[in-house]
């Protein structure tokens, strides 16, 4: 069993990681936990039993952990992992890795100079349904791939003190929060991105960061792409869709975007060359869905790790799609700024 550290247990970590990690997880063993809140990080310790509950970084670190999951607000990110690496740990990151591109290289950087371990917790590659996609992409089932959509929206109201809504505690709004998943499934998925056209904007909220953004990609292989993310859609309103075509089929998820391991998933595959239909008849709906045992994204995650740490197996979380995220996102804010196509 790897031993974790957790910092910043309040917020994900008490809803999903850790609850999951302690459930569902074969080779990761949270031992310690540290938070701001004295009341609050012993309450998680007590909840998850994890009896080592500490108020300070340098706390933590000093104790006999192998690697630390960091899920403090974004703004926190530079230098916890700093200290971190530098007390030897390896660091499982929370998304976005840091507020700036410059931030997370440094990081890298300091990882591989240490030669220590460090990830970014995309768990929703670890989703039943993405990654029975990406099989299905990757043995060309659904032909060539050309176009990918993929879509995560919240209704987030301003709230006092959010660091989300705030530039500089959170780096930006819509696109960097959440679409950061988005971008990087449909990577994963397709390939790189080369070209980035993008509109976003803060059309109904009243604080600065984005609540309305989408980018439109395109792939070194040719295929085209969105990404679509709004804090201001109601919850229910929006599917949090994953959409794959190519010139064989194609696969539609509805709410596998997001932090449930669940979703649904249907499945349209061609018997062969149609031809040409004047008529567009579509009658009826050829798509057979698709059904899969969830299993927690978020052990998934941890374990990956945990194997890269003990085998030298390096998990599909690994700190490229950390940077190569943060490429993309820079590219699509500056193109709605300049009102042109980035390359990337
Ligand atoms: N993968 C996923 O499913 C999700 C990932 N995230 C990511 O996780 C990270 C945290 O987000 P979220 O949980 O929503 O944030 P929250 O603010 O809800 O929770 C973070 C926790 O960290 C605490 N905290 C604040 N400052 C520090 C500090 N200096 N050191 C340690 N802990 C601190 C907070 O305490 P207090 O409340 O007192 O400030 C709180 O308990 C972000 O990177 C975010 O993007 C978020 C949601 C989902
Ligand atoms: O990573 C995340 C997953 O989804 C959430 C919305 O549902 C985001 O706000 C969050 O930061």
């Known amino acids: 069993m790897v031993k974790w550290g957790v910092i910043g247990a309040g917020g994900i970590a008490r809803r999903r990681s850790i609850p999951e990690v302690v459930k569902f997880s074969e080779k990761s063993r949270i031992t310690a936990l540290m938070d701001v809140s004295e009341e609050l990080v012993k309450e998680t310790g007590k909840q998850f039993g994890i009896e080592q509950c500490y108020t300070s970084v340098e706390e933590i670190l000093k104790k006999d952990i192998d690697t630390v999951y960091i899920a403090s607000p974004v703004f926190e990110h530079e230098k916890q992992v700093a200290a971190a690496l530098n007390a030897g740990k390896h660091v499982l990151c929370e998304k976005p890795m840091a507020l700036t591109l410059d931030q997370t290289e440094a990081m890298v950087d300091l990882a591989e100079k240490k030669n220590l371990k460090i990830g970014i917790a995309f768990m929703m590659r670890f989703n039943v349904y993405h990654q029975k996609i990406k099989q299905l992409v990757d043995a060309n089932q659904l032909g060539q791939i050309v176009y990918g959509r993929a879509q995560l929206t919240c209704w987030y109201p301003p709230i006092p003190g959010a660091w989300r809504q705030k530039k500089v505690t959170g780096g930006g709004g819509a696109l960097i929060d959440m ?12 390939g790189p991105c080369q070209e980035v056209t993008a509109f976003i904007d803060t ?50 998820t509805h709410n596998s975007i997001g932090q449930d391991s669940a979703g649904k998933m249907w499945l349209f595959l061609e018997s062969g060359d149609q031809g040409y239909s004047s008529q567009q008849a579509r009658t009826q709906d050829a798509y057979q869905e698709v059904i899969l045992e969830p299993k927690s994204m978020y052990a998934q995650e941890f374990d990956a790790f945990s194997d890269w740490i003990q085998t030298g197996k390096k998990p599909i979380i690994h700190y490229e799609a950390g940077i190569r995220n943060f490429k993309i996102i820079d590219a699509a804010y500056r193109s709605s700024q300049e009102r042109k196509a980035i390359n990337v």
């Open 179 to 190: 679409g950061c998943h988005c971008i990087d499934l449909l990577e994963w998925i397709i």
């Open 203 to 252: 059309i109904t909220h009243s604080y600065e960061v984005d609540d309305t953004s989408t980018i439109l990609m395109k792939f070194k292989n040719g295929a085209q792409g969105v990404v679509d993310n709004f804090f201001n859609i109601p919850d229910l309103a929006a599917k949090n869709m994953l959409e794959i075509y190519g010139t064989k089929g194609a696969v539609i």
